[in-house]
């Protein structure tokens, strides 16, 4: 028991004295709420200043370079002075391995160069364990074996950052979902962009050039990529195998020597509007900057509609909201500027294009109405030009197309005095129509009311005839009414007359019922007659066949009698002839 009580004493007094040593290193003060860190102001390392925070607290990070491996196991914000002069290097760091590893969440990484991890499968510049809604944004990552790698981890930033020069990836998710990675750099790497077995991903804005692959997708499926630059890939820019399916690729665009290699379906095009792809070569006959005829790669990659050229994506704040205005177009925009009208109040786009060997050039941009309400003017150099409001236009944006022959300056205006002006010219139009309609009346009603005297004077004419008429009317009136009652007494006469018609009328439809029987009666006995007729016919047909016969056969015996008689009598003669000469 002594000995367990020594025990105890002598761990007490080993963490008294390593607190006493922490906290002459590191001179934070205690506070009740989060606090600022700064290194190596208050502490002499960045590891140092992450074990002494509490989460919520911000480590902020002087130039320098610090040669160690930081862990990051609370939720902490680690903020560099300057991205190009406060330096991670974990190459002077013991064992090399993962220059950053972070296993909490909510956790934020800006404003670093971080490089040299070590090149094991798993090292990184950046190594993100099973943590969720971490943000890492605008720091540069170099030499590394891979830049970022989130693994198991969701909801997470990575935007704004420079990845060039990476063994691996540029970065990398393993089983990860729902993380949002847009508006990098990643140049120069084996693999830009590497989704392995992860899903619901949005890549979106990057700049993807001269990595190896591009963006590579392996049992990967419903990402969105949109809005990417891909290009000078040394094999193939988009590399999609293993049941990556369900992805929806739009607005990239896709220059490289080899575009797409895939073995499975996925979606390549996006309400109308699909990638750029450097070898199309469809043509835009209804000029709306989009291909007539669909891009094909293989019978698992079809854009339905592929852009005529490269997509861009520009962001405007204003009044605290982010709106974005697109453009297509075969022309390079730079100098993309939105502004206020200082007098006029009216709401400016203006930038530049420059064409390809002085082709003639063309645009297709979409503005949102909340930014810019129609109707627009569009200036190229100053000369106004008409537009085609294209189909896929509706409330919530505006889809535009115009034509230019020669570099130029574009200007795209949202004038509230031309809108006030529209609106006051349809109304006008609205009004001369309906004063249009009410002069149609008007001489309609004046050719009636041309009519309506003539007929007038005719009415005229006739009150003064019904007016001579009247009194000779009026005395008729006496002996009308005498008839009226003569016509009454003959009514009732008829009256009982019609009724005894109707009588006769039943009476003779009685009648009819029994003629028709009686009619039905003699058919029958008119056919029995006349069976009995035929009978009779037959019978006398017969009698007189037999009166026939009878006669001949009278006759034939009377012949016969005759006849014997005769030949009788002349044997008897020419015997007593005989005899008489005997």
Known sequence: MIKLKKTVLASLTIVCLLSLVFLTKCKIPVRASTYIIYVPTDCPTIQEAINAASPGDTIYVYNGTYLENV??????????????????????????????????????????????SGTNPYDSGIYVDHSIGCNISGNKILNTNDAISLYYSSNNLISSNVISFNYYSGVVLKSSSNNIIECNSLSSNYYGVYLYSSDGNMISDNMVSSNFYGIQLYSSGKNLISGNNVSASL???????????????????????????????NVWDYEGEGNYWNDYEGQDLNGDGIGDASYIVNS??????????????????????????????????????????????????????????????????????????????????????????????????????????????????SSESLRQYYELLDKYLGLQESFSELN???????????TLQSDLYILNKMYLSLSKNYSFLLGDYSQLQKNIE???????????????????????????????QLKGSFEMLNNSYQEHLLDYFEQIENTRNLLYIFIATTAIFIIATVYLSKRVHASSTIRTKVIEER
């Open 486 to 516: 003569e016509l009454n007494v003959s009514y009732q006469t008829l009256y009982s007359l019609n009724q005894t018609y109707y009588d006769l009328i039943n009476n003779y439809t009685t009648l009819l019922i029994d003629y028709s």
């Open 300 to 413: 698992y990659i079809q854009d339905n509609y592929p852009l005529m050229g490269p997509f861009s994506d520009f962001k405007i704040v204003w009044e605290k909201e982010t709106y974005s205005v697109t453009t297509i177009s075969n022309s390079t925009i730079s100098d993309f500027k939105f502004q206020i009208g200082k007098e006029t109040g009216n709401k400016i786009i203006s930038f530049n294009t420059s064409s390809v060997n002085g082709a003639v050039g063309f645009c297709r941009i979409k503005i949102s109405t909340a930014l810019m309400e129609c109707p627009n003017i569009i200036l190229v150099d100053n000369e106004e030009v008409v537009p085609t409001k294209i189909d896929a236009s509706n409330e919530t944006y505006a889809c535009l197309y115009f034509t230019y022959l020669h570099d130029c300056v574009v200007t795209i205006i």
């Open 71 to 116: 862990v990051v196991n609370k939720t902490v914000a680690l903020i560099g002075e300057d991205v190009d002069l406060t330096v991670i290097d974990g190459k002077g760091a013991q064992g090399a391995g993962t220059v950053i590893y972070i296993n909490s969440s909510h956790v934020s990484i800006r404003g670093f160069t971080i490089k040299n």
């Open 235 to 265: 094999d193939v820019g988009i590399h999609i195998t293993f049941y990556s399916a369900n992805n929806t690729f739009y607005h990239n665009n896709i220059n490289n020597t080899k575009n797409v290699e895939s073995e499975v379906m």
């Open 440 to 450: 149609d009346t008007y001489h309609r009603l004046l050719a009636n009311v041309t």
